[in-house]
């Protein structure tokens, strides 16, 4: 775990995934931020106001500085990244029906800062859903973003995931929540929860 900024006390913690995710790396282009899916930097500010941003990645951590560099993330005036981790983090699991794979286990983030992150207060982003198996209560499966070229006009996930990590921010327990309804879910669903 690379620790860019501070952990900020009674902030929730966002961990996002890159590839696919956040960046298309399977298409070319001359510059990288064509690339980069629509809205990235003003999904990254309004959930800032809420959590503590850490970008986890599959590959290298020279590969996640270049990359989370070259589209301006790492020195955004608008937000911090809390913290950058590789392919070292992951862990290698094994299941019957998908044999071993790699994942991404979030305690490993919280057992390094307890003091501020737990289950009930973190969510991650991934295009595979494999990568929270040991977390499947925090994980919510992003769309894809491919063929940037072609879809860059037309995709609006992080719009809408922006409205959703805002409605949930009040709530005390994001794992209680079933995340792969995230589309459903409305500010009026989260008041009518609080008052009921």
Known sequence: IELKAPCRKGKKLLV?????????HRSSAENPLQLMRPYLHEFLTAAYAEYDIMIWSATSMKWVELKMGQLGVLNNPN????????????????????????????????????????SKNTIMFDDLRRNFVMNPQNGLTIKPFRKAHANRDTDQELVKLTRYLLAIAELDDLSALDHSNWQLFTDDNVKRRRHA
Do not use: N
């Open 16 to 24: 996002l995934d890159i590839d696919y995710t956040l960046f298309d």
């Open 79 to 118: 937000y911090k990244i809390t913290a950058l981790l590789d392919h070292l983090a992951m862990i290698t699991v094994q299941s019957d029906s998908r044999g071993l794979f790699d994942c991404k286990p979030l305690g490993l983030i919280w057992a390094k800062f307890p003091e501020f992150y737990s």
